[in-house]
């Protein structure tokens, strides 16, 4: 990544929340949550991949009742020194997400990657990558905004500018199918959800929500 485009991303860090609203938080915790006790992993120690982690002040509020071992990669410096104030004993590591990650293969048992996947210029190239890097029964799990929501389909058609696309660094824009489809070409296991809810993904809720939550294995 050019030294510009750095700059341009450490100055949307630096501009923007990261958590958004408390509802907003709250729903994507809640939910992630569930997947997380849901799952039952291989080791009693998991190995977890932070993946454009920011300070890891999210992370810090999910439940985990399981042992773990971090890394996070994120590109922004100034982040990583916080998140080592939250988890001292994780590794960081500087990384640009866009580029080809350096881990052996099988090497994560858990890889999270929250509200990342919209910020790639190629996430093809990412889910490749992920799918490389994730064990054999592993979990991925990652969010991304509904970037079609009934209101940004309104705003757009009266010519406005809907908040999601105002983002100058989200360069992908998902809805349900096209996430689900896209994580089908790369895992075998995948589930997508809407939130705030999580009930069964019928057409209604897939269009008022704010986003999707997703797991997903080789």
Not at 56 to 61: D, E
Not at 153 to 171: A, E, Q, V
């Given at each position: 990544m050019?030294?510009?485009l750095?700059s ?5 860090h ?5 958590l958004g609203?408390?509802w907003?938080f709250?729903?994507r ?5 569930l ?9 009693e120690?998991v190995?977890?991949?932070d993946?454009?982690?920011r300070?890891?002040f999210?992370l810090?509020k999910?439940?985990f ?6 890394t ?7 982040a990583?020194?916080?998140y080592?104030i939250l988890?001292?004993e ?5 990384l ?8 052996k293969n099988?090497s ?5 990657a929250?509200?990342?996947i919209e910020?790639?210029i190629?996430p093809?190239?990412f889910?490749?990558e ?18 079609f929501?009934y209101?940004?389909?309104i705003?757009l058609?009266?010519?406005n500018?809907?908040?999601t ?6 360069t992908?824009y998902f809805?349900f199918n096209?996430?689900?489809?896209k994580?089908n070409t790369?895992f075998s296991?995948?589930?997508v959800?809407?939130y705030p ?5 019928k057409y209604f ?10 797991q997903a294995q080789?």
């Amino acid at each position: 990544m050019s030294f510009t485009l750095k700059s341009f991303y450490l100055n949307n860090h630096a501009n923007r929340s990261l958590l958004g609203t408390a509802w907003h938080f709250e729903n994507r915790k809640k939910l992630m949550d569930l997947i997380l006790s849901n799952w039952k992993p291989s080791n009693e120690t998991v190995i977890l991949l932070d993946v454009g982690s920011r300070d890891g002040f999210f992370l810090s509020k999910l439940s985990f009742s399981f042992p773990y071992k971090i890394t996070a990669i994120d590109i922004d410096s100034t982040a990583l020194l916080k998140y080592k104030i939250l988890f001292p004993e994780a590794t960081v590591k500087i990384l640009d997400c866009n580029e080809s990650l350096p881990f052996k293969n099988d090497s994560y048992d858990l890889i999270f990657a929250g509200e990342i996947i919209e910020h790639l210029i190629n996430p093809d190239q990412f889910l490749s990558e992920i799918k490389r890097i994730l064990k054999p029964r592993g979990l991925f799990i990652g969010s991304t905004p509904n970037a079609f929501r009934y209101d940004k389909r309104i705003k757009l058609l009266m010519g406005n500018d809907p908040k999601t696309f105002s983002d100058s660094t989200h360069t992908q824009y998902f809805s349900f199918n096209s996430l689900k489809q896209k994580l089908n070409t790369y895992f075998s296991k995948t589930k997508v959800f809407s939130y705030p809810t999580s009930l069964p993904n019928k057409y209604f809720y897939k269009l008022i929500s704010s986003g999707f939550i997703w797991q997903a294995q080789k």
